[in-house]
């Protein structure tokens, strides 16, 4: 492993650098983002039953909001339902909005090493292809050490460029997704809360 650092050049550094960020980011992402956490699956059920048993205070309202991101787009719902309907469900959106941009966290920093490590790849073949024409330019072409040398740091560089920037676009779309699907979820059951709470449903289920 070293052996292959020290054959691509100083470019490397960058390169696994990068492949350490996006790797954190990754394991980070993964457990941020689960649904358990992120949208409880009994949650709506419960601030029903706090609703119904006339429970609904300052104190479960910031317990709610402290809960999950579900919890927080309930609560700026609630928070607004003397508001009427319409005000509801604006600051639903607006707290799905919130959210949207918490969950998304580190995903333009893995996208953006998607994109980087190919380049950062292509730059230290560039940088050895030059070093193989100066060789050939000052020695000829009797030096195949020095030649091999160029040649493996071009070819190295611009593989490990590729192997850590397909698994992070894999991973960067991934996420991307999730988040949506998240946000996609959390705001309906939000919603389904607002109609009941309104007359338009006739219960609600968690």
């Given at each position: 492993m070293i052996s292959l650092l020290k054959a691509g050049g100083w470019i490397m550094i960058p390169i696994v650098l990068s492949s350490l960020i996006a790797f954190v980011i990754c394991i980070e992402r993964s457990w941020t983002l689960r649904r358990s956490r992120i949208a409880p699956r009994h949650l709506v059920a419960q601030v029903w039953s706090w609703i119904k048993n006339n429970q609904l205070d300052?104190?479960?309202?910031?317990?709610l909001k402290e809960s999950s991101p579900l919890g927080e787009i309930l609560a700026a719902g609630l928070?607004?339902?003397?508001?009427?309907?319409?005000?509801?469900k604006e600051s639903i959106k607006e707290a799905g909005s919130l959210a949207a941009v918490k969950l998304e966290r580190f995903l333009n920093t893995l996208g953006t090493i998607a994109q980087i490590t190919p380049l950062l790849g292509l730059l230290g073949t560039v940088i050895g292809m030059i070093r193989v024409?100066?060789?050939?330019t000052i020695q000829g072409t009797g030096d195949p050490g020095a030649l091999a040398h160029g040649i493996s740091e071009a070819l190295i560089t611009t593989a490990t460029g590729l192997?850590?920037?397909?698994?992070a676009l894999i991973f960067h779309r991934h996420f991307e997704r999730k988040v949506d699907e998240l946000i996609a979820e959390m705001e309906q059951e939000a919603l389904k809360m607002v109609e009941v709470i309104h007359g338009e449903r006739e219960s609600l289920r968690g």
């Open positions: 300052k104190s479960h309202l910031k317990k928070i607004n339902h003397s508001h009427g309907r319409d005000m509801m024409f100066t060789v050939i192997i850590i920037a397909i698994p």
